[in-house]
């Protein structure tokens, strides 16, 4: 059982393996605050650090999606106060002095660690994060709601925001699944023509037209550029779990000065023609997750336009059989590790 001086972490000791260990509490160092972790998300990224995808120093706890109160401030950290609750996100805080964060474009920053990569997450009772990182939580989302928005949510929130896409225009969510799910909410509450694209027909067109869309493709059995012209054509399309593949097929559907945004993390090659970027002036970009402001915009607004990730919840113990669930596909649509 935990003492005053351990707490209770999960951590990645080699490849796919997690374990259950304790951990002793230490301070947090200058610029850092100490939080005991309420609720953490499980997001297809941790496999980066359990499968050693990224290049990793185990034993790392993951976990990127973590919510939970500020229980120590460290100095030189200025506007957080002792008891505040507060997320982490993948994007583990800026360093305010390179160029891309004196830029102002904080994403960018090449001093910035993953969470759960560089740095030990949130599978934890206690996490230790830098201040410029943190994301402020309303008091009206619970921290289990909030944990998938830190990186599910901040990242289609923060692409839909920072697309071309204007009210009104035509956004298609390619995948409807942990991020799509929460990708087509948002579209549809952004004033978006939203149209949700995914295998099979049945519960995921119904599914999908509960979450807001207005139009389903079922892209096992049609032609997805042929359909999104039918509309009009899309703006954008965020592609969410999808290969190189996908990404090609969908620039067919986009109209002119359309963007494919890709989210979904894969090394396959998107082949392209420089004909479409040219004479159709096709965008292809990436959007990695977000700011720590546009984290509390995403929270702010998911509470005000009622927002929310489909959640299954394990305790922190069972992270093991949680992360396994996630990587099989079988959970929907987000898995959240609960701290008693
Ligand atoms: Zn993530
Ligand atoms: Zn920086």
């Known amino acids: 059982m935990k003492s005053a001086s351990t707490y209770r972490a999960v951590q990645a ?54 919510v939970g109160r500020i229980e120590v401030i460290s100095s030189g950290v200025e506007g957080w106060k002792v008891g505040q609750r507060v997320g982490v996100g993948f994007l583990g805080g800026t360093c305010g002095y390179c160029e891309y964060c004196r830029d102002g474009d904080l994403v960018n920053c090449i001093n910035q660690g993953y969470t759960g990569v560089q740095q030990d997450g949130g599978y934890a009772e206690v996490m230790i994060a830098k201040a410029s990182g943190l994301i402020a939580v309303p008091d009206d989302l619970s921290s289990v709601d909030a944990a998938p928005l830190l990186c599910a949510g901040l990242t289609t929130f923060s692409a839909l925001r920072n697309s071309p896409a204007r009210a009104g225009d035509l956004v298609a969510v390619f995948g409807v699944g942990g991020l799509g799910h929460l990708g087509v909410q948002y579209a549809r509450r952004m004033g978006f023509e939203v149209v949700a694209i995914d295998r099979g027909g049945g519960d995921r067109a119904e599914l999908s037209k509960k979450l807001g869309a207005h139009h389903y493709i079922d892209s096992s059995n049609t032609d997805v550029a042929k359909a999104l012209q039918a509309l009009g054509g899309a703006q954008m399309v965020l592609a969410t779990a999808s290969g190189g593949k996908a990404v090609a097929a969908a620039l067919g559907g986009l109209r002119r000065g359309g963007v494919v945004i890709s989210l979904g993390a894969t090394d396959e090659p998107i082949e392209l023609s420089a004909f479409d970027l040219l004479f159709r002036q096709l965008g292809v970009d990436g959007a990695l997750t977000g700011t720590s402001k546009a984290g509390d915009a995403t929270l702010r607004f998911s509470v005000m336009s009622e927002v929310a990730a489909m959640i299954e919840t394990m305790p922190l113990e069972k992270a093991a059989e949680a992360y396994a669930k996630m990587m099989s596909g079988k959970v929907r649509f987000r898995m959240v590790l609960t701290m008693t």
């Open 13 to 66: 000791v080699s490849k796919g393996k997690l374990e259950l260990t304790e951990k002793p509490l230490v301070d947090p160092p200058a610029g850092h605050v100490r939080i005991r972790v309420e609720a953490c998300g499980v997001c297809h990224s941790d496999s980066a650090t359990v499968e050693g995808i990224l290049p990793i120093a185990w034993p790392r706890v993951p976990g990127h999606e973590a």
